[in-house]
């Protein structure tokens, strides 16, 4: 058995069959993030080590301050691809506003979208894309970090992530295994396991529906009230097992006071089948000067 690669990442249970040489779209990595600089240093040092890079990183940051800054400025100095840092002022939690603002700069055909503590396993981008299929997008799951394993990930320790590490939750997630993905069906509807941690989806698609709904502001549902208006649109829902691995650290619960307002939202989305929403995208993109591009 090989040894552990000198990064994050073991190969123990990590099975990965031979790959068919096919044409994938562009990528574009889109990260949401706030405030919290330990745990977007390690997303980033993870995306560094991407068996395949995405074509461009665009940081989605909800109002960080100036340490959050000095991050992406660092890691933009590393990484092979273009970075773009896109950044609004600290109003509360505004999660839609700032991922439609970094939406509208995307260049890739296909957005790999996480948020800003999930550790990525190294063939993660190339499990997604591999994955992707017109007229779809997909849910990616999660594997749970406990207080230790993330404890020492942010004190700097190297620490291998791997399927049989102690301290994870949801342990089956850890398996990279894409032969069984197609095997899998999973949740179907728009509410059950929805998570924008971990998602994927076509440019045009999330310009068809205008984005995520700014109307929603507070966490809950926005995640699931955007892949409504997918569903609405045609789109269907995959679920990626068994590839898509990404490590989620450990943090405190955010408030969930905004969850019944949000909740409403999603439930007239459903009931009224809306695909398009009002406050969405657009008007960032009118201001980025339009199509921005292959």
Aim: net charge positive; proline share 6%; hydrophobic share 40%.
């Amino acid at each position: 058995m090989p040894e552990d690669p000198p990064s994050l990442w073991s190969t123990r249970g990590d099975l990965d069959p031979h790959r068919a040489m096919i044409t994938l779209p562009t990528a574009s990595l889109l990260v949401a993030t706030y405030n919290w600089e330990g745990a977007l240093d390690c997303v980033l040092a993870s995306v560094q080590a991407q068996s395949r890079l995405p074509d461009e990183l665009v940081i989605a940051d909800d109002g960080s301050g100036p340490a959050t800054a000095e991050v992406v400025a660092r890691w933009a100095a590393r990484l092979p691809v273009p970075v773009r840092h896109v950044w609004h002022e600290d109003t509360g939690f505004r999660l839609a506003a700032i991922r439609n603002r970094a939406l509208a700069t995307v260049r890739g055909e296909y957005v790999l979208m996480i948020d800003g503590d999930m550790v990525l396993h190294p063939h993660f981008v190339d499990s997604h894309l591999r994955f992707a299929r017109a007229g779809a997008y997909v849910q990616g799951g999660r594997v749970l970090l406990r207080e230790e394993p993330t404890r020492r990930l942010l004190a700097g320790e190297p620490l291998a992530l791997h399927l049989f590490m102690r301290g994870i939750g949801n342990r089956v997630n850890a398996l990279h295994f894409p032969a069984l993905s197609r095997l899998h069906r999973g949740a179907r509807g728009p509410l059950q396991r929805t998570r924008g941690c971990n998602m994927a989806y076509w440019r045009a698609d999330a310009e068809r529906v205008n984005g995520f709904n700014e109307d929603m502001e507070g966490w809950g549902r926005e995640d699931s009230e955007f892949v409504a208006r997918l569903m609405n649109a045609g789109i269907a829902r995959r679920n990626l097992k068994f590839g898509g691995v990404a490590y989620h650290l450990h943090h405190r619960t955010r408030p969930q006071d905004a969850v019944a307002a949000n909740h409403a939202v999603y439930e007239r989305v459903v009931r009224e089948r809306t695909v398009r929403c009002v406050n969405g995208m657009d008007k960032y993109r009118a201001q980025t000067g339009g199509d921005p591009g292959p």
